[in-house]
């Protein structure tokens, strides 16, 4: 069950979000250029403009150097912010919507970008946190930090634990939160001492949120939430009363949940921070141990914080008596997935032909968020065809769609790029179909996505998934596949006519070999090491500096080492598709013609042809 499964975090366990491994070909050249780039104003014209009323809402930069601003009709704009240290008073007696984006590192997607796979789900990463700043005069920092209108108080949060499905274990163990927050007496009575943190590990879009909500509404006692991120502003010391207001308004509201989204934004290592500490945080931090610490016994506040950086947060959370309960909220497994399915299924016309078994099985690593998403994309989709049900057409839609990003059906394709990018997927499919012991190939598409013009749609097996473990024939099968569109554009148009197409596959390959021999010691001259620190976005800041730990000699026999696997798999990649080439052209055809192939037209061709695939391996 998914809560019994210990939560991975390390970069290839955690965040492998594979749920299709698009091999896309990114066209730089070819993107519209819409102009959608905001023009850019003056400071004094900006600061008139406030004082006229006519900006809604300004989005500050991490750096604060510079802010978009939305103007009340709608238009955009860039202003170079002067170190005006009116501006925020003035922001706020005119009612503008002040949002510093936070300084974070990059959003998980990104990093998960880092790790060993295609990652393609890009929800809800990257956020702006909107926020109307209170009016009033006064020391403009103080008017911030007592601010209500950050702490969101639900009185009653009407999210149920049968809103929440596929996670039961994590329900489970939460449960007894409920039971206390519902009769703290009879926990008293008998000397009980009640967990005042419990802390929610798991990754983006998991439930954790909902979670939370429910343990509020099954308690039926109100729910105070704030997010990390927003402690962290750019005022010294807000953050700390900020916290203490929080506390204040918990505890004339006990019994209550208190819910800290992203806690790792204030509760990172304290010291950690790129280029020296960051004071702000630190004391934010240290306010928000020390009200912990300060509420005695059982006051009906139990903090419920969540994260996906559970290896960034400071030990000091973790002691006994703050957070020392953790409830892991992992990604939900295929029944959790059928549940979860069920659940948004409620209130959506189904026709009979959706098949929620099915959507289960073809989904491996959705999370919660995803699956809600997908069913609402497909009940969208069947209204826009006027459509009374929604059929399993809209589903299947919905489910590329999430994955990989709205078709764009309206852009021109001329003939020949057409011809090339078939080319390039059909070569990325081949490979794939014809490798031993890979993902089988859920669909090829020459439709154009997002930056990709073509895609390939594997599915992974659940087994893999589930495990996060890949064995090392699978990895170089992987790059062989990778490397499979750009051998193909080789092949038909020769080497001078290679597109850079290619440029993403190209760079997961290097990844993957590289992660190969520093990190999964599959590399025969180095042996089973892991050499240097854990790289990408994992652990920045804590040790960015500290990743080399080897001699340059090692360095050099790393790069040998990758070379030697990055030319195999180009080797294996060039002799399935060479040994199979009128196979390769009859593909390509099939693309140009219909623009997507299916998997059991893609098995038709290969059931029907002469392939070879013995002898490469
Ligand atoms: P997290 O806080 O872990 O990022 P959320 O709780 O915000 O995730 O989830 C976002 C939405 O996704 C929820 O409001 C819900 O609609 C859906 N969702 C996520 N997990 C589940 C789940 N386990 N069961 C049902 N719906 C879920
Ligand atoms: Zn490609
Ligand atoms: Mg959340």
Redesign the pocket.
């Known amino acids: 069950m998914a809560a019994n499964k210990r939560w991975r975090n390390a970069g290839l366990y955690g965040l492998l979000v594979v749920v299709l491994i698009a091999l896309g070909t990114a066209f730089m050249g070819g993107r519209p250029s819409a102009d959608n780039s905001p023009r850019s104003l003056r400071y004094s014209d900006f600061v008139a403009s406030v004082q006229n009323n006519q900006i809604s809402r300004v989005l500050i930069s991490p750096d604060r150097g510079t802010a978009l601003v939305v103007e009340s009709d709608g238009q955009r704009a860039q202003v170079n912010l002067a170190p005006d240290k009116d501006l925020l008073k003035l922001l706020t007696d005119h009612n503008v919507d002040i949002a510093v984006q936070p300084t974070r590192q990059a959003p998980v997607w990104q990093q998960a970008l880092g790790s060993l796979l295609f990652p393609l789900l890009l929800l809800?990463g990257l956020f702006f946190l909107l926020r109307r700043a209170q009016g009033g005069g006064g020391n403009p920092a103080m008017s911030f930090g007592k601010s209500k209108a950050r702490v969101q108080m639900e009185p009653q949060t009407q999210v149920t634990f049968d809103?929440?499905?596929?996670?039961e274990g994590a329900k489970l163990e939460l449960t007894e939160v409920v039971d206390f927050l519902k009769n703290p007496d009879r926990f008293t009575a008998v000397g009980a001492k009640i967990p005042k943190g419990v802390l929610?590990v798991?990754?983006?879009?998991?439930?954790?949120?909902?979670?939370?909500?429910a343990v509020a509404g099954e308690a039926g006692v109100p729910f105070f939430s704030i997010s990390g991120s927003e402690f962290v502003e750019m005022f010294v010391g807000v953050g700390a009363s900020r916290v203490r207001d929080l506390f204040e308004q918990a505890k004339k509201n006990a019994p209550c949940i208190v819910f800290i989204?992203e806690i790792d934004a204030v509760g990172r290592q304290r010291g950690a921070g790129l280029g020296g500490g960051n004071d702000e945080r630190e004391q934010t931090l240290n306010q928000l141990l020390t009200e912990m610490d300060g509420f005695e016994g059982n006051t009906g506040i139990i903090i419920v914080a969540?994260t996906?950086r559970p290896d960034v947060l400071d030990q000091a959370l973790m002691r006994p008596g703050r957070f020392d309960r953790q409830v892991v909220?992992d990604r939900?497994d295929y029944s959790?997935r059928l549940?979860?399915l069920g659940?948004?299924a409620r209130g959506k016309t189904l026709s009979k032909d959706v098949d929620l078994d099915k959507v289960a099985r073809r989904t491996p690593g959705f999370?919660?968020?995803?699956?809600?998403?997908l069913l609402n994309e497909a009940a969208i989709l069947a209204a826009r065809r006027q459509l009374a049900e929604i059929s399993m057409d809209e589903v299947n839609d919905a489910i590329e769609r999430v994955m990989a990003g709205p078709e764009k059906k309206d852009r021109v394709m001329s003939e020949k790029r057409k011809r090339l990018v078939a080319y390039h997927e059909a070569g990325h499919a081949l490979v794939g179909a014809l490798m031993p012991d890979y993902d089988p190939v859920q669909k090829i598409s020459i439709i154009p996505r997002g930056r990709a013009g073509g895609l390939t749609f594997f599915t992974p097996s659940e087994e893999r998934m589930e495990s996060g473990l890949y064995s090392r024939s699978y990895l170089q099968n992987q790059m062989a596949v990778a490397l499979g569109g750009r051998v193909a554009e080789e092949i038909v148009y020769g080497e001078d006519e290679v597109t850079t197409g290619a440029s993403n596959d190209l760079q997961q390959v290097a990844r993957v070999a590289r992660q190969m021999v520093t990190r999964f010691g599959m590399s025969d001259k180095l042996g089973p090491v892991a050499l240097g620190r854990a790289q990408g976005g994992m652990f920045l800041g804590r040790d960015i500096a500290a990743e080399r730990d080897f001699s340059e000699d090692t360095a050099a026999t790393i790069d040998e080492e990758v070379s030697d696997l990055v030319a195999v798999a180009y080797r294996r990649a060039t002799t399935v598709l060479s040994g199979n080439r009128a196979v390769l052209d009859e593909l390509a055809d099939l693309l140009v013609e219909q623009e997507t192939v299916d998997a059991e037209q893609l098995q038709e061709l290969l059931l029907s042809r002469d392939v070879h695939v013995a002898d490469y391996v």
């Open positions: 809800g809103d929440v499905a596929g996670i929610l798991g990754p983006p879009g998991t439930g954790k949120t909902l979670l939370a909500k989204d969540a996906n909220v939900p959790g549940q979860i659940v948004h999370t919660g968020a995803d699956l809600a998403n």
